[in-house]
Structures are given as structure tokens and as C-alpha cells.
């Protein structure tokens, strides 16, 4: 089959890659090109093995399409490219018998995969509001009658030695409602008005420079023709303060964090449409979230840090979601990255707190 007889495969917008009887490629269309990092001019007539660094799941549905002469499908595979990036695709091979080829169309599935990562953890966190707001209201009133019988026995006591326990069981019980405080703070909406994300950001640096004067760089890279948000400031200013003090923190105030801002156009964001959003990247040179906290980095009380109460990062996508944003995060050692995106028009309010 001569080379114009795979021009049409150009044409598509979905990955293909074309193999001969020795699984040497015949054809890469261009979407294949683009999404494989690869150039179809140095790749035609090499073996398929030799364009992905792990493309044992490919080589096993090839087999299995040999074997059964039929069609297989594969809905979610790891694959690993040769440039060190790995992306998430859907493929399926079919055979061609005349002339003998085996055709593979790839659907990348990076973003059905965010989208149902969203929504679990969305779900979740529905669920762990509504969970953190009944333990704390059970808390709360035993705890304080904790606390004063702790007082008034504090002042029977003779002895001034047996009066630093009951300061200890005051002290504990504050530190006990202040975190309470702390996780019922989201549960209300909003206060919105117009603010530009970049003094909330120069707001966040100057508090983080002055906690961390030593050590520690703030490098800014702002779009400056980002217009404004309709959004609280305040709550903004807490997510992304609760965001730069964990990285701060990991590395224990020396390094580097950069604060960077892009306009997108056309993003979708909850299952909704925006022709325009914000997004906010955090970037810290640290040494990366443990992979043991990755899936639930965003839960109450979840913290890799000694000592750490693990409420930031929750309040931080708590408040980014009644931002009816969205908050994500790549991590290995040496560069973490969280990304917020936010609508700048055309969007009211979540209820966080339901």
C-alpha cells in the first residue's frame, strides 16, 4: 500500500499508528505525531517496541488480536513515552487482512481521568464537611465544660504544682477549639466582589517573606493582562497563603517557590463551560508530596509533616471549589506544582458547605 493511501488517516483527530506483519510501523498520522512526541519521518519502519519506553500492554492486545482474529480493546493503559512522560490512553487494534496490517487508534484519557478524579474527590469532601461539622458540634460542648472544670479546679488546688495540670488540660482544650474553629470555618459562602489575583499574590509573598526572611525565594512570572475576578479576596488569599506555607515548610524555609499566571480560553471547570479562566500555578523546588498521601492530600487532618494538623489543604480546595475552581497537583522530588484554575466571568457561587 503506497504512503498516499494512509493520507486520510491525517485527517482524523484521534492517534493511529500502522504496522506491517513485523510489527514495524507503516504510517503515523499526525494527531499520532503530536500526542506520542514522536516524528513520523524517524519512526516509519522502526519497530513499534522502539517508539514507547514500556509498551508491553500494546504488545499484549497485539498478540491477543493475533491469536483471537478479532478486535481488542483496552480502555486505560499507563504508557510511557520515550521522552520520560507518561499519558493515559484507550486504544484498539484491528487487523487488516488485505492487505495484511494492523491498525492502532489511541484515544488519550488524561482528561476523563481528571474529570472523574474531580468528582470523586468532591464527593468525598461533601462527605467529610458534613462528617467534620457533626464530630465537631459533639466536640465542642464536652470540650468546654472540660475546660472550665479544669478552671475551677484550678483555683481549689493549694498546691501551685498540681496547678500547671489543670493549665495543661486549659491549654489543650483551646488548642482542641481553635482547630474545631478552624475546620467549621468554610462552611459559609463567599463574600464576592471584584479583586485582581495579583495583590492577592503579592499579598501572600510579602506574608511568606516575612515569616521565611532567609533563605527563601518568592519568584513571580504574572500575566499582567489577566483581568479581574469576581471572587473573595480573603478566602483566595487564605488558599493560596495555606498552599505556599506547606511548601515553605517542606523545605524547612530554603528554596525556591515561583508564582505564575496564565489566562486559558474555553475551560471547563465542575462540567461547566468558561470562555475564560485563571489559572494560578505554585511551584516549589522541595522534595515532593510521599506518595502514601497523594490520593487523599486534600483530606482533613492529612499531613506528611510532624506535628501538622492537615486542615490547609483542605480549607485551600475547600474554598477554590465555591470558587467553582478546580485544584490540582503534579509532584516528584525536587518540583511540585499545584495549579488552580478559576472562571473569571459567568459563574455564581458553591455551597461548601452542603
Request: proline fraction near 5%; charged fraction near 20%.
Amino acid at each position: 500500500m503506497s504512503l498516499s493511501a494512509f493520507a486520510g488517516l491525517d485527517l482524523l483527530e484521534t492517534a493511529v499508528i500502522v504496522l506491517d506483519t513485523g510489527q514495524a510501523v507503516r504510517h503515523l498520522n499526525t494527531a499520532a505525531e503530536a500526542l506520542f512526541e514522536l516524528s513520523a519521518r524517524e519512526t516509519v519502519g522502526r519497530p513499534l517496541s522502539a517508539c514507547f519506553s514500556e509498551p508491553t500492554e500494546i504488545l499484549a492486545a497485539l498478540a491477543a488480536a493475533e491469536k483471537q482474529n478479532a478486535s481488542v480493546t483496552e480502555h486505560d493503559v499507563a504508557l510511557a513515552l520515550r521522552l520520560g512522560n507518561t499519558i493515559h490512553v484507550g486504544f484498539t487494534v484491528r487487523e487488516i487482512e488485505a492487505p495484511a496490517l494492523t491498525v492502532l487508534e489511541f484515544r488519550q484519557t488524561d482528561q476523563q481521568r481528571k474529570i472523574a478524579n474531580e468528582e470523586r474527590l468532591a464527593a468525598q469532601q461533601q462527605a467529610n464537611r458534613q462528617l467534620i461539622r457533626n464530630l465537631a458540634h459533639e466536640i465542642k460542648n464536652p470540650l468546654g465544660g472540660i475546660r472550665g472544670a479544669a478552671q475551677l479546679l484550678k483555683k481549689e488546688l493549694p498546691d501551685p504544682a498540681l496547678k500547671e495540670y489543670t493549665q495543661v488540660i486549659v491549654d489543650e482544650a483551646d488548642r482542641l477549639q481553635s482547630l474545631l474553629d478552624r475546620l467549621l470555618t468554610p462552611h459559609s459562602l463567599p463574600q464576592l466582589g471584584e479583586l485582581n489575583i495579583h495583590e492577592v499574590l503579592e499579598r501572600v509573598r510579602s506574608v511568606l517573606l516575612a515569616e521565611y526572611p532567609n533563605g527563601l525565594a518568592v519568584r513571580r512570572d504574572y500575566d499582567t493582562s489577566a483581568p479581574d475576578l469576581y471572587g473573595d479576596k480573603e478566602q483566595l488569599i487564605q488558599a493560596v497563603l495555606n498552599i505556599v506555607r506547606n511548601a515553605a515548610q517542606a523545605m524547612h524555609g530554603a528554596g525556591q517557590i515561583v508564582l505564575k499566571t496564565r489566562v486559558a480560553r474555553q475551560v471547563t471547570l465542575n462540567r461547566r463551560r468558561f470562555p475564560l479562566g485563571l489559572m494560578l500555578e505554585i511551584t516549589d523546588n522541595g522534595p515532593g508530596i510521599p506518595d502514601h498521601i497523594r490520593d487523599t492530600v486534600f483530606y482533613p487532618l492529612v499531613s506528611a509533616r510532624p506535628g501538622g494538623t492537615g486542615i490547609g489543604l483542605h480549607l485551600a480546595h475547600t474554598f477554590v471549589q465555591q470558587h467553582n475552581g478546580t485544584i490540582d497537583f503534579i509532584s516528584q522530588a525536587g518540583r511540585t506544582s499545584f495549579t488552580i484554575t478559576l472562571p473569571l466571568n459567568g459563574w455564581t457561587p458553591l455551597d461548601g458547605g452542603k
